[in-house]
């Protein structure tokens, strides 16, 4: 099983558009939020995950306002279970601390994924929330050689 990482570029929307009717979007917020002009500026911030030249998963996050930046994430459910989750919030995280002080994921629509934002130091906002927060660490990016390529094109 061969498994890439590649960089969310603004010209693969179309990959949104069918990651993010598989993401954890809270009920009150339009899909369109997050996926509309996606990667045109500096606050959004996206991978995809390749699985033998199948996407497999998305994990982005957009900067909406003065909150930490809103994150999504999204397997296919072919390959929940394969630890795809983990091997893109790995590199998600380190990515993101080069642009943001923190990230939030509100996990309402799935609380059941709990145990697995705080396995990567999401803290809830309150006892109550199920927003959950991270502060991220300002610290050299590391970027495996194995497929991990930002000037790399999809074809």
């Given at each position: 099983m061969s498994r890439e990482l590649y960089f969310l570029r603004s010209s693969e929307q179309h990959i949104l558009k069918?990651?993010?009717?598989?993401?954890?979007?809270?009920?009150?917020?339009?899909p369109s939020?997050?996926?509309?002009?996606?990667?045109?500026?500096t606050?959004?911030?996206?991978?995809?995950?390749?699985?033998?030249n199948e996407i497999a998963g998305a994990l982005w996050s957009r900067k909406l306002d003065d909150n930490p930046?809103?994150?999504c994430l999204a397997i296919v459910e072919k390959f929940k279970g394969e630890?795809?989750?983990?091997?893109?919030?790995?590199?998600?995280?380190q990515e993101a601390g080069a642009l943001f002080?923190?990230?939030?994921?509100?996990?309402s629509s799935k609380?059941?994924?709990?145990?697995?934002?705080e396995k990567f130091g999401f803290e809830r906002e309150n006892e109550k929330s199920?927003?959950?927060?991270?502060?991220?660490?300002?610290?050299e990016v590391f970027r495996p050689s194995d497929g991990y390529d930002p000037t790399r094109w999809m074809d």
């Amino acid at each position: 099983m061969s498994r890439e990482l590649y960089f969310l570029r603004s010209s693969e929307q179309h990959i949104l558009k069918d990651m993010v009717k598989l993401a954890n979007i809270p009920q009150n917020h339009k899909p369109s939020t997050y996926i509309e002009f996606y990667g045109l500026t500096t606050k959004d911030l996206g991978l995809y995950a390749m699985v033998d030249n199948e996407i497999a998963g998305a994990l982005w996050s957009r900067k909406l306002d003065d909150n930490p930046s809103q994150m999504c994430l999204a397997i296919v459910e072919k390959f929940k279970g394969e630890d795809i989750a983990s091997f893109m919030m790995d590199q998600f995280l380190q990515e993101a601390g080069a642009l943001f002080e923190s990230v939030c994921i509100d996990i309402s629509s799935k609380p059941e994924s709990l145990k697995f934002y705080e396995k990567f130091g999401f803290e809830r906002e309150n006892e109550k929330s199920l927003l959950m927060i991270k502060k991220l660490e300002k610290k050299e990016v590391f970027r495996p050689s194995d497929g991990y390529d930002p000037t790399r094109w999809m074809d």
